[in-house]
Nanobody, 116 residues
Framework: QVQLVESGGGLVQPGGSLRLSCAAS????????MSWYRQAPGKERELVAS????????NYADSVKGRFTISRDNAKNTVYLQMNSLKPEDTAVYYC?????????WGKGTLVTVSS
């Protein structure tokens, strides 16, 4: 049974930091490209960051470059998103995604709220 379980969301003040985690199970995590997406209220889901299976490449949305860092630990079947200098416009539900060929897996999301 494939599972992606996000954690680490919450309420944070502007300028603060959060670290999201996504624990994977039920598939061969080390072979999958992993990504974080987010969806703000009333907006479409957008790609935030992605990382290749072997950590050789990362990719970021322009809006988060220099503030967010994606990483993974294949020994722990976990992908992370370190978010610094958070802004109110980063408020969204953040989703973990794993993809390999036709296999496309999603978590249920974790809410990040940036507000004073």
């Amino acid at each position: 049974q494939v599972q992606l379980v996000e954690s680490g969301g919450g309420l944070v003040q502007p300028g603060g930091s959060l670290r999201l985690s996504c624990a994977a199970s039920g598939f061969t995590f080390r072979l999958y490209a992993m990504s974080w997406y987010r969806q703000a209220p009333g907006k479409e889901r957008e790609l935030v960051a992605s990382i290749t299976y072997d950590e050789s490449l990362t990719n970021y949305a322009d809006s988060v470059k220099g503030r967010f860092t994606i990483s993974r630990d294949n020994a722990k079947n976990t992908v992370y998103l370190q978010m610094n200098s958070l802004k109110p416009e980063d408020t969204a539900v953040y989703y973990c995604n794993g993809r390999l060929g036709r296999n496309d897996y999603w978590g249920k999301g974790t809410l990040v709220t940036v507000s004073s």
